[in-house]
């Protein structure tokens, strides 16, 4: 910004100095014509003219001095920028390089092969995809009902004195580490779900749906989804309150005008209004969990197989490498598959996180432009 | 606000239960998102607390298996090294890149490099592990070959701080008032002069903040210690090499929890309570902080 700023000024000055035209025919005969090139940085053999004033000379050398130390600066500053492109490329250079083995040999068919052989040398990422998916899928069904009512509740319901406290609150919990959360489960969660919840989930449910049946160990998808889902119920209802609170306050009292309740206003105006939040703040949440690692590798059970019921054991791609990649790296095709899933892992999170940040940058961008609309 | 005063009266009761429910459903869905988060603090102490004492901060672990008497000192000391080492890199070139954000924002390459540190903000920590395992750790092929050391896992800890410091650096710059910056290159400042005499000391609380919240995100993670440092019983001598691991608060819960062993268990819940009291504090500081800065910026 500062540097568009000073270009500008700089052009003006080169500006100004120029001769008005009636004199411009005879100028090159002039010895201190050329301030032109000045401004462009360049020094002329004219600068050793004999008829030049000292003052000038001096007022010149400097000018020419500060051009040059400006050049550097800026070329520097873009040596820091030049460190971030370098991260990204060793990032995705590491992954694609260390990968290539056996993405050349298994091809797109690593995709949907089930089979994790290591002695045979056959690999298939499908078993840790599905787990994947089915712990963020089971986190993100328990936690963006709630995490969007909670930020309902935050912008529109709770107490004015209570809820720049409760906010706080819920924003400094959503930093308790990972491994804090994995401790937890443990200890409490797991227990909780053998003893209590999955055996009723079997009794009841599980009677009709196969999908709830099972042998209630504790440790499994549902826990570690559960688990998973209330890490992420803070980000996501963190954005979801930011993209309500910059709803303009003329739309919420045209609702009221119109004889709304508070309930009517919040479901049928504020609700639409914030629906590409939303979605933001669930994308953000999504990406957030599908690279949760260590609490779901505690909590999983850790077992490569397709979960077919809720209550069953898995396996997910982040908590694979965790476990089991210090030792797969003594076999190139073992390790190359295993950075292939991390890779299908990255790529995923790169895209979830380009879209989320693409709609609350538009979101943002939308309320800028309506809030200068409606004055 | 106007809302609050709204005449109920004469509404169907359909629409009042309506409004009811789901002023209620807002209410009890708060509760369900908070309490198992403050549930995770009184658990941790509850489970935690007969191992919890002055001396379980202050001492080393001991015992066989090692930890189960003893206390956590290896693992603090640790993730001081750790995050010590993590701000010797991402520091500089975090502020370096937030300073080139800022100076030239404007142009295409600034643009493509603010959505690539916002994308590294998003990339899993176990791949950052596995990309620090190559880069640093391991022993053949390409890289530092530093094998499982405290050098490798701290520089890993700063390549994931580096993003986040370079955008809270930006943004702190960017929140320096812009009549400020043109009135400096009025009286004929070089930008260089603007940077260093004008606009690194206002923002320089802000990139305070950013530094403490980089700390913040790093000073909890566990998967890119699994591929770079796993774990020390002791404090290393050198951060290099075979010996050259260090302990770790968020990876001595890892190991503990992972232990078939009630009373590891109990060391477990006492040190992510003192992990959890840790990031909170801190959190609570950077707050204190920008919250500061704010006022002071409100009153200039």
Excluded: C
């Excluded at chain 1, 105006?269 to 609490?295: C, D, N, Q």
């Excluded at chain 1, 898995?314 to 790296?329: D, K, M, P, R």
């Excluded at chain 1, 879209?355 to 939308?366: A, D, H, T, V």
Aim: charged share 15%; net charge neutral; proline share 4%.
């Amino acid at each position: 910004m500062a540097a568009h700023e000073h270009e500008q000024g700089d052009s003006l000055l080169a500006h100004g100095d120029h001769r008005p035209p009636a004199v411009a025919p005879l100028s090159f005969l002039a010895p201190d014509l050329p301030d032109n090139d000045e401004a462009q940085g360049s020094a002329s053999d004219l600068s050793s003219s004999a008829s030049e004033s000292d003052l000038k000379r001096l007022r010149r050398k400097s000018h020419v001095q500060v051009l040059r130390s400006e050049r550097i600066f800026h070329l520097t500053l873009r040596l820091g920028g030049l460190f971030i492109l370098l991260l990204f490329a060793t990032v995705l250079g590491v992954s694609l390089v260390e990968a290539w083995p056996s993405i050349e040999k298994f091809g797109w068919s690593f995709l949907w092969t089930s089979t994790w052989n290591p002695h045979r040398h056959i690999f298939g990422a499908w078993t840790y995809l599905v787990g994947t998916f089915w712990v963020t899928g089971i986190a993100l069904v328990f936690a963006i009902p709630i995490a969007i009512l909670s930020a309902l509740f935050l912008s529109d319901y709770a107490p004015k004195w209570l809820v720049g406290g409760v906010s706080t609150l819920m924003e400094m919990l959503a930093g308790i580490p990972s491994i804090v959360f994995g401790a937890f489960g443990i200890i409490f969660v797991v227990p909780l779900m053998r003893d209590h919840v999955e055996p009723y989930l079997a009794n009841t449910l599980g009677h009709h749906f196969d999908f709830f049946a099972g042998d209630s160990m504790g440790y499994g998808i549902l826990s570690a989804g559960l688990v998973v889902g209330i890490m992420v119920i803070p980000l996501v209802a963190t954005v979801t309150r930011d993209s309500l609170v910059m709803i303009p306050r003329e739309t919420v009292e045209a609702a009221y005008a119109l004889g709304s309740t508070k309930a009517e206003m919040v479901y049928f105006v504020k609700l639409p209004a914030v629906v590409p939040g939303i979605i933001g703040s669930v994308i953000l949440g999504f990406g957030r969990a599908l690279g949760e690692t260590m609490a779901v590798l505690l909590l999983i059970g850790n077992q490569a197989s397709v979960p077919s019921s809720i209550q069953d054991v898995g396996y997910t791609i982040s908590s694979l490498l965790a476990n089991t990649f210090t030792y797969a790296v003594i076999d190139p095709l073992f390790s190359a598959a295993e950075i292939e899933l991390g890779l299908i892992l990255l790529v995923i999170s790169l895209v979830v996180n380009t879209l989320g940040r693409e709609l609350l940058l538009k979101l943002m961008g939308g309320r800028l432009a309506g809030s200068v609309g409606g004055g | 606000m106007a809302e609050e005063r709204l005449p109920e009266k004469g509404l169907s009761l359909y629409r009042q239960s309506r409004n009811l429910i789901l002023g209620g459903l807002t209410g009890l869905a708060f509760l369900v998102a908070v309490t198992p988060l403050l549930a995770i603090i009184y658990i941790a102490y509850d489970r935690g607390k007969d191992a919890l004492s002055l001396s379980f901060i202050t001492s080393m672990p001991s015992g066989f298996p090692v930890g189960i008497e003893g206390g956590i000192l290896n693992g603090i000391a640790g993730s001081l090294i750790l995050i010590v080492l993590a701000s010797l890199l991402s520091v500089p070139v975090g502020v370096w890149a937030g300073l080139y954000l800022w100076d030239q924002g404007h142009t295409r390459l600034a643009g493509v490099t603010r959505l690539l540190s916002d994308l590294l903000l998003g990339v899993p920590s176990v791949i950052w592990g596995v990309v620090g395992f190559y880069v640093f750790s391991t022993n053949t092929g390409w890289g530092f070959h530093w094998g499982f050391s405290g050098l490798a896992a701290g520089l890993t800890l700063g390549f994931i701080m580096i993003p986040i410091v370079t955008r809270v650096t930006e943004q702190a710059l960017r929140d320096v008032p812009r009549s400020y910056i043109e009135g400096a290159l009025a009286l004929g400042a070089t930008r260089f002069q603007v940077m260093r005499d004008l606009a690194i000391p206002a923002a320089i609380t802000g990139i305070g903040t950013g530094i403490l919240l980089g700390v913040l995100n790093v000073l909890g993670q566990t998967a890119p210690l699994v591929f770079t440092n796993y774990y020390n019983t002791g404090i290393p001598h050198s951060l290099v090499g075979s010996n050259g691991s260090v302990g770790d608060l968020a990876m001595q819960i890892f190991i503990y929890i992972h232990e078939p062993s009630k009373a590891l268990h109990v060391k477990a819940m006492a040190a992510a309570l003192v992990l959890t009291v840790i990031v909170l504090l801190l959190d609570m500081g950077i707050r204190l902080l920008s919250w500061g800065s704010r006022k002071y910026a409100r009153k200039v």
